[in-house]
């Protein structure tokens, strides 16, 4: 992709209307598409935790017959045990939405395309027409797993209720003999060849489409945290296409791979389950650190502090990350000597992880700090992941997990390192880059309120979550025992709080179009040093046909 | 719009601060019962065996105090950052990129923490794999949705029996709602019981909270574990894997009494249960 003049300045390379969007080869329109697409599957999933909060918030089944008589039109005398089914898919849906539909295509697909190659000085991704392709699998794959919701799963009930992780043999034709699991495998299908054939594009682009002077060590932090996700993409996705595919033949084709009737084990497919999900959660989490990097130095007005470190710090969080999988198997009956090493390792994970968290507040250190929205963000995501992260350490103790295993302080650890951490990440960059992506300014009263808002609503709702846990209530459950009541309903009236807070959002979005204020290329200052802040807001359609050489000899 | 910045962030992290205090003091307040969940409780339940005292002793004195002093000291650093450094307080930004001895101690001051926590933690994981020599042994089957036990016969036992749970409208006064059952199951107290554990169709997890025992019940495997409760009492329990429509709805009693009150009990179930005692049962296969 050399230089300017009159290479592709025809009708075809700026389309216009449906054919740009359907079509589209150009980088930053499929970043968009896929944080439209990340919005609508994380507002869907959002309703649903609406729902299970509200149904949570008494003791009783108050909510989910009615929801099932509405939804599925469920007779008066099923609808009791068609409720108490719709809650178990709603958790299931809610965990694969948010997973799937929400955080990967918004971090990964939409703020990675977007700027990567902007970061790195590059026309476009490598493949672009790959690009599109991985676009639209994911919208395939979203509509064959709402699909799922309405056909036959348990004998008599609709939809597939087994939590996103989907053991056999409720997940095979024991527990679940209609089509909603088959629908359910066939969309991880499509969403993991999406994701196999984007990770292909992430390191094509990075390691060969950099412009002149940027060598990897001068890449910002949020591309080598990319570039470590993508690796990471390709080398668990395959096992998890094995592993369902096993799973479509055990139900479909008569093979027995996790039937112990057959000679098969249901630990098989925990194994290879885990192997990709333990990656899958840092999948998650390592651009929403490569953002957070991003965000604090340009509202500190530094560089980021010890970039090397930081650079081995994700590299060792992504290796470690992938070997440490049965630390969500300790009590399947695996072995002293397993639990032991499973243990070790996942401890030694908090290392790199630590260093992460001091270096960005050694970066403020010192630093001139601007509040603005992001860095609020920012700073938020900081202290909450650190929560998330030590009650991490708690359970990977094979010991302590022993008491905690498939409770609600399970449940608070993964909320508070995704629903506090990466979606506080997801909102920082969202606010970061609004201004790039659109060339208008949000207004800041109304970020700030988000912010606010959410704060205080997720800590409300997970925060008694730790107690619920420590007291022994069961994950995964429609009523409990009366002696949780007071933490759940307390939990439950959080939700008020992220209620206002997505509202917020939303208002601030379309008040942001209306109002229609001029960004301009750079509204953060001298902070914000990488490429993107350089070209205009929004970029030309095809940016960089002249690459840009990179002097000095700093990091961006 | 930037005026007050210092005194804004104060005041919201005091106030977001005070919020935990009032949280803990709450739930300290809570009433503990034996072998139940207390209501509003905000930790660990009393532990009744000397695995799940050693599990309590292992959080309250050494996972949560480090944890909380290390998520309040980023707490500290954010909030001290936050005011020292603010634009206008510190117009022009340092350059310090690198710090050695900084990067070192960081990297250091963690692992020796994780050798802290370690220590302990991996002394409990020894004492919960493995099983003592034991005097009774269950054998139990989780199936959807219910558990049912096994006593051995050279133990005297040779019966076997199902635990459901007494649904609302047939709890008496005093029962706990969802975890009432109509059989419990017995067992002495202080000596060690070996619990055998598998499942009849999906996988199912039996946890007594008050045991600090939690194991996965899955069909084709046979998973063991163990107590040794020092008091008697009731102790509930409940399904920790989630296995269809009714998973919260299969709770777990075990009552522990005295060895001759056990050996009565024992006579009379067998008397009781003689008459459904099942056949043995083999493990889930594919259903068309």
Redesign the interface.
């Known amino acids: 992709m050399a230089s300017s003049t009159t290479a592709g300045d025809g009708a075809h390379d700026h389309p216009r209307g449906l054919s740009r969007f359907l079509f589209s080869t150009n980088h930053k329109d499929i970043g968009t598409l896929y944080i439209i697409v990340g919005a609508i599957g994380g507002i869907i999933a959002f309703l649903l935790s609406v729902a299970i909060r509200a149904e949570l918030a008494e003791p009783g089944i108050q909510v989910f017959p009615v929801l099932a008589r509405l939804l599925h039109g469920a007779d008066p005398e099923m609808a009791l045990d068609a409720g108490k089914n719709l809650y178990n898919v709603f958790i299931t849906v809610h965990g694969v939405l948010m997973i799937f539909f929400m955080a990967m295509p918004i971090l990964i697909g939409g703020f990675g395309n977007w700027f990567v190659p902007l970061m790195i000085g590059a026309p476009d991704m490598a493949f672009p027409r790959l690009n599109n392709i991985s676009l639209w699998l994911l919208v395939a794959s979203l509509v064959l797993a709402v699909i799922s919701i309405f056909v036959e799963g348990a004998p008599g009930m609709k939809g597939f209720g087994g939590g996103w992780t989907f053991y056999p043999p409720l997940s095979s034709n024991t527990g679940n003999p209609g089509p909603a699991m088959d629908f359910v495998i066939l969309a991880i299908h499509l969403a993991g060849a999406s994701s196999i054939l984007g990770a292909i594009n992430f390191i094509t682009t990075i390691f060969n489409m950099r412009a002149p002077g940027m060598t990897l060590h001068r890449m910002p932090l949020f591309v080598w945290a990319l570039l470590v996700t993508a690796f990471l993409l390709i080398m668990v996705l395959p096992v998890l296409a094995g592993c369902v595919t096993m799973l479509l033949t055990d139900r479909n084709f008569g093979t027995a791979f996790y039937d112990p009737a057959g000679g098969g084990d249901p630990l098989l497919f925990q194994h290879l389950l885990w192997f990709f999900g333990h990656p899958e959660v840092y999948i998650i989490i390592l651009p929403a650190f490569g953002l957070i990097s991003q965000i604090v130095s340009t509202f500190s007005k530094k560089p980021v502090f010890g970039y090397l470190g930081m650079v081995y710090a994700m590299v060792s969080i992504g290796v470690l990350g992938s070997i440490v999988w049965a630390h969500h198997m300790y009590t399947v009956g695996m072995s002293l000597n397993a639990q032991r090493y499973f243990m070790f390792a996942t401890m030694v994970i908090a290392v790199p992880t630590g260093i992460k968290i001091f270096s960005w507040i050694a970066t403020m250190w010192g630093g001139s700090i601007s509040f603005r929205a992001p860095m609020l963000w920012a700073i938020g995501f900081i202290f909450v992941f650190t929560m998330g992260g030590v009650t991490g350490v708690v359970l990977a103790n094979a010991g302590a997990d022993r008491q905690f295993h498939e409770g609600y302080y399970v449940v608070a650890h993964f909320h508070y390192t995704l629903s506090l951490g990466a979606v506080f990440a997801l909102f920082a960059g969202f606010y970061y880059w609004f201004p790039k992506m659109t060339g208008y300014m949000y207004s800041e009263t109304l970020a700030k309120l988000n912010f606010w808002l959410l704060f205080v609503g997720v800590n409300v709702v997970f925060f008694p979550q730790h107690f619920l846990g420590l007291a022994g209530m069961p994950r995964r459950y429609i009523d409990y025992p009366d002696a949780y009541a007071l933490w759940n309903r307390v939990s439950s009236a959080g939700m008020i709080f992220v209620s206002l807070a997505m509202l917020v959002w939303i208002y601030a979005i379309i008040e942001a179009f209306l109002r229609k204020r001029v960004a301009g290329d750079n509204p953060w200052g001298a902070g914000a040093t990488t490429l993107e802040w350089t070209l205009s807001s929004p970029p030309p359609f095809h940016q960089f046909s002249t690459l840009p050489r990179i002097s000095g000899s700093d990091h961006m | 719009?930037?005026t007050g910045?210092r005194h804004y962030?104060r005041r919201?992290a005091l106030a977001?601060a005070a919020?935990?205090p009032v949280?803990l003091f709450?739930?300290l307040a809570a009433a503990q019962v034996e072998g139940?969940?207390?209501?509003?409780?905000?930790?660990?339940?009393n532990m009744a065996t000397p695995v799940g005292q050693?599990?309590q002793l292992?959080?309250n004195s050494v996972?949560l105090p480090?944890?909380s002093l290390?998520?309040l000291f980023?707490?500290g650093?954010?909030v001290y950052?936050?005011w020292k450094?603010?634009?206008r307080a510190?117009?022009?930004?340092?350059?310090?990129?690198?710090?050695t001895g900084?990067?070192i101690a960081?990297?250091l001051v963690?692992?020796l923490i994780?050798v802290f926590?370690?220590i302990p933690?991996?002394r409990?994981?020894?004492?919960?794999?493995?099983i003592p020599e034991s005097t009774v042994t269950i054998k139990v089957t989780g199936n959807?949705w219910y558990w049912s036990y096994k006593y051995a016969e050279d133990q005297g036992g040779g019966f076997g029996f199902d635990q459901m749970m007494i649904p609302d409208a047939d709890l008496k006064p005093g029962q706990?709602?969802?975890?009432a059952v109509d059989n419990e199951a017995v067992v002495p107290v202080n000596e060690v019981v070996r619990v055998q554990l598998t499942s009849n169709?999906?996988?199912h997890?039996f946890?007594i909270?008050s045991f600090?025992?939690?194991?996965?019940a899955?069909?084709?495997?046979l998973?063991?574990t163990w107590f040794k409760i020092e008091k008697e009492g009731v102790y509930?329990g409940?399904?920790?894997?989630?296995?269809?429509?009714?998973?919260?709805?299969m709770p777990i009693v075990i009552r522990a009494v005295s060895r001759p009150d056990y050996e009565k009990w024992l006579v009379e179930a067998k008397q009781k249960f003689a008459a459904s005692d099942s056949p043995v049962r083999?493990?889930?296969?594919?259903?068309?």
């Open positions: 719009m930037h910045n962030l919201a977001g919020f935990f949280l709450a739930g139940q969940p207390a209501p509003g409780g905000v930790g660990l339940p050693e599990t292992l959080y996972l480090v944890i290390i998520a980023v707490l650093l954010l950052v936050a450094f603010n634009e510190n117009p022009v930004p340092s350059k310090l990129t690198h710090h900084l990067e960081w990297t963690p692992v994780l926590i370690a933690s991996f409990l994981l020894a004492h919960q794999v493995e959807q706990l709602r969802l975890l169709d999906v996988i997890a946890g909270p600090g025992v939690r194991m996965d899955i069909p084709g495997r998973n063991q509930y409940q399904c920790y894997f989630i296995c269809g429509k009714d998973h919260a709805f083999v493990a889930a296969s594919v259903d068309r």
